[in-house]
């Protein structure tokens, strides 16, 4: 079968929070729904820091570790703590969405640009036995915080 004739089954939260989803999904619709399940990710801030769940590894992957720590005390012209930033969105993404593989953030500079940060994530569908890759452009607002998918 080619990728492009790939059906999926939506995502659990899909099939019951939108009652009109149909039971296949194209290849498109597929991606389009972890764009917005990645986008939620990202905006949802988690309070217990990682060191707190050392020993629970279970805990790390629950529902209860679901987002990013808060980084508002980072200082995002620093590249120490701007490569903080994509070690934690690497990390709560291979953590939290199962249907990438291979999570890879990198942060993109744009010269001349002021009050946003821009990061590729690229990886690769588990879904598909080719294993088709995607790209997400990303884009974090500092003096929110709010981080969307373009």
């Not at 939260?13 to 399940?37: C, F, N, Y």
Request: with cysteine; glycine share 6%.
């Amino acid at each position: 079968m080619r990728q492009a004739d790939a059906t999926f089954i939506p995502s659990v939260w899909e099939r019951l929070t939108v009652p009109s989803t149909p039971s296949l999904l194209t290849l498109e619709q597929h991606k389009r729904g972890i764009t917005r399940d990645l986008e939620s990710l990202l905006n949802t801030r988690n309070a217990i820091a990682d060191g707190d769940l050392a020993g629970l590894p279970l805990c790390r992957r629950s529902v209860g570790h679901f987002g990013l720590a808060d980084f508002a005390q980072l200082c995002l012209s620093s590249s120490a703590d701007r490569k903080d930033i994509c070690d934690q969105l690497e990390t709560a993404i291979a953590l939290h969405e199962p249907r990438l593989a291979g999570v890879r953030v990198q942060l993109i500079h744009e010269p001349g640009v002021v009050n946003r940060l821009s990061f590729i994530i690229t990886a690769q569908l588990r879904t598909v036995s080719a294993g088709e890759r995607v790209r997400f452009d990303v884009m974090l607002e500092p003096s929110s915080l709010h981080y969307s998918i373009r």
